[in-house]
């Protein structure tokens, strides 16, 4: 077993400050966060709308921003379409691109496939920073699953693509999986950003893969608002074993049984703006009115936001 000064050797002091409660370094009258809203546009893919009509649903529902899918905006300018194009777009439409859904290779252990993630990585920052998206996903994405962690290293290879994030201000979310049996849990995903040692390290949740994956969703009350600035809004049902449920399981906000009313008070008490980005693949919304489907989310999470 480690010994504390070894763990605090191995992580830095300034990464594991990140993640100490923010009630212990603002003092008891640290002022709660504010929210914003996000359409990931995931939630209205199955109805094949394309990218610019899920830019107008997002803005003619009411959301602030919206998450984009790389694989989206690549098909988009493979089509001849420019990014400036794409940007002046958005911005019409009065809305901000929060995060982009990556899946580069950018941890897994084979170092050609790792080179090629990076350099994937680096050419899908240039895009989001032509956006104004200054954020990335970064999930375990070509790891085998079952494959063990080695959260040291990970942390290492986390630091790297920080690096390579600020040349472009684009910061890599690190996103765990709850079903991956890889990077599956918030504790791996605090240990890795720790192991970074990186001021701009920060943690992308998801609530239905805090619940699948088993880490519960106490550990939010471990971290301060820099750590998260955006979380993936969802909720699950209750009568259908954990290890059974699937992405495509996810319900609206507020249909399901997750404790959401506590994790949006645990994300006010960290202080900072949270961006609760709607994130669902559920194929019987998919087979509704992609509107309808936007209003309803964004509905139930201002609902719960002013519940909680």
């Not at 690190?174 to 040692?197: D, H, R």
């Amino acid at each position: 077993m480690l010994s504390r000064r070894t763990l605090i050797k191995r992580t830095g002091v300034a990464a594991l400050s990140a993640f100490i409660p923010s009630f212990i370094k603002a003092g008891p009258n640290h002022a709660g966060g504010a929210f914003r809203f996000c359409l990931n546009t995931s939630t209205i893919r199955g109805q094949n709308v394309g990218l610019l009509k899920s830019l107008e649903i997002a803005s003619a529902a009411g959301y602030d921003g919206v998450e984009l899918w790389v694989s989206d905006i690549r098909d988009y300018l493979k089509q001849g379409n420019k990014v400036d194009t794409l940007a002046k777009f958005i911005a019409d439409r009065g809305l901000t691109v929060e995060n982009a859904i990556s899946f580069t290779t950018w941890m897994v252990n084979d170092a050609a496939k790792r080179k090629a993630g990076l350099k994937d990585l680096e050419e899908e920052m240039k895009i989001m920073a032509a956006l104004g998206c200054r954020r990335i996903a970064a999930p375990p994405s070509g790891v085998d699953k079952g494959e063990p962690v080695d959260l040291p290293q990970t942390g290492i290879y986390y630091r790297e693509i920080l690096d390579l994030g600020r040349k472009y201000k684009v910061i890599p979310q690190l996103e765990f999986w709850g079903a991956s049996g890889t990077l599956y849990s918030l504790s791996q995903a605090l240990a890795i950003a720790a192991a970074a040692n990186d001021p701009d390290a920060r943690i992308l949740p998801d609530v239905y893969h805090l619940f699948r994956g088993g880490s519960g969703f106490n550990g939010l009350k471990l971290m301060n608002g820099r750590a998260i600035e955006i979380i993936h809004m969802n909720d699950y049902p209750g009568n259908k074993p954990v290890n059974e449920q699937t992405d495509g399981d996810r319900v609206y906000p507020g249909d399901g049984v997750a404790p959401l009313k506590q994790v949006l008070q645990d994300l006010r008490v960290m202080g900072g703006t949270k961006v609760l980005s709607l994130e669902l693949f559920n194929k019987t919304y998919w087979a509704q009115d992609p509107l309808l489907v936007a209003k309803t989310g964004l509905q139930k999470m201002k609902a719960l936001v002013n519940e909680a």
